[in-house]
């Protein structure tokens, strides 16, 4: 199996930054299209930003313009950039395969909350 394991996340105020880190285990990353998922408390898990294996990215509506992905095949890690936080960016972080793959076993994911 192939283990994902994310990280970066933490308490910032509006407008803030961060940047999360996706560590692929057990298989190289650039064979998959990938993506950073989040889901909110009582709400479905969605997909934020995706990159594929020629580097085309796609961003959810909501996010474009703030975030960022990015892929380092040699360290095998998917980055996710966040400028510009807000309340609404609140959730566990997590990335997988797009769309997710059954190989790719979810990780615990990494949380960001966003203080007004």
């Not at 509506?61 to 990015?70: E, L």
């Amino acid at each position: 199996q192939v283990h994902v394991v994310e990280s970066g996340g933490a308490l910032v105020q509006s407008g803030g930054s961060l940047r999360l880190s996706c560590t692929v285990f057990g298989e190289s990353p650039n064979i998959y299209n990938m993506g950073w998922y989040r889901q909110a408390p009582g709400k479905e898990r969605e997909l934020v930003a995706s990159i594929t294996t020629s580097a085309r990215i796609n961003m959810q509506d909501s996010v474009k313009g703030r975030f960022t992905i990015a892929r380092d095949g040699a360290k095998n890690l998917i980055y996710l950039q966040m400028d510009n936080l807000k309340p609404d960016d609140t959730a566990v972080y997590h990335c997988n395969a797009v769309p997710p793959s059954t190989l790719l076993v979810w990780g615990q994911g990494t949380q960001v909350t966003v203080s007004s």
